[in-house]
């Protein structure tokens, strides 16, 4: 089992170029998570999908946009980067959890992007 | 709404004892432990979940104080392999785990 994979490690960007991260799972996870990760802000919640099919803004989503591809892949494009998303941006994976139905199981993290926006 | 760490930063010597508290303004259903060395991606320690279901590593221990909303991480012990930020998260409802800030945690020899 690879677990959560991410795809690419790291990327530079000028301002206003778009891109999109690659993350998929092969735990067969219903719940999948974007998260990024600024120096003293901990992780914070961008985009999340509950099951196959849906998506959901989390706590800091402007800027980006998800697709839930299927069950395994779920990306996250930036349409036009900006300086502010300079960030690590973690994808993680869960069955589903508690507060929304399931039974509350522990998030699987992948390795992370380090992305500058120049 | 983001749970509170404290404290931000302890520095303990191999063999000493750390706490390390979580608390949310929001009823909560369940607690989760996070531990993050640097340059590497936060790994599972422990969940805890109302009502008294525990799940985690078996020599981190933790409490959960569902009507005051908070958690405490007991580090006992401690190894220098315990250093690295800790990070709590909780599910305060219908919307996914919110982490906290995070305490940065370093074990000296």
């Known amino acids: 089992n690879a677990g959560v994979t991410q795809t690419p490690k790291f990327q530079v960007l000028k301002t206003g170029q778009s891109m999109t991260l690659q993350c998929a799972q092969d735990m067969n996870h219903n719940s999948m998570y974007w998260y990024r990760q600024d120096p003293g802000m901990g992780l914070r919640l961008i985009y999340y999908?509950?099951?196959?099919?849906?998506?959901d803004k989390g706590e800091v989503p402007n800027g980006y946009n998800v697709s839930r591809l299927n069950k395994r892949e779920f990306s996250l494009r930036l349409e036009s980067a900006a300086p502010s998303q300079t960030s690590v941006y973690f994808c993680a994976s869960s069955p589903l959890p508690r507060a929304l139905g399931g039974r509350g199981y522990e998030q699987y993290f992948g390795p992370g992007t380090r992305l500058t926006v120049t | 709404q983001q749970p509170v760490q404290s404290p931000q930063a302890v520095i303990l010597r191999e063999g000493e004892d750390a706490v390390i508290n979580c608390s949310s303004s929001k009823a909560l259903y369940s607690v989760h432990w996070y531990r993050q060395k640097h340059g590497e991606a936060p790994v599972f320690l422990m969940i805890?979940?109302?009502?008294?279901e525990q799940k985690g590593h078996d020599k981190i221990s933790a409490s959960f104080n569902e009507k005051k909303q908070q958690s405490s991480l007991y580090l006992t012990a401690s190894q220098l392999s315990y250093s690295g930020t800790y990070f709590c998260?909780?599910?305060?409802?219908?919307?996914?785990?919110?982490f906290g800030k995070g305490t940065r945690l370093s074990v000296i020899a």
């Open positions: 805890l979940l109302k009502g008294g």
């Open positions: 998260g909780t599910e305060p409802g219908n919307t996914p785990l919110v």
């Open positions: 999908s509950a099951s196959e099919g849906t998506t």
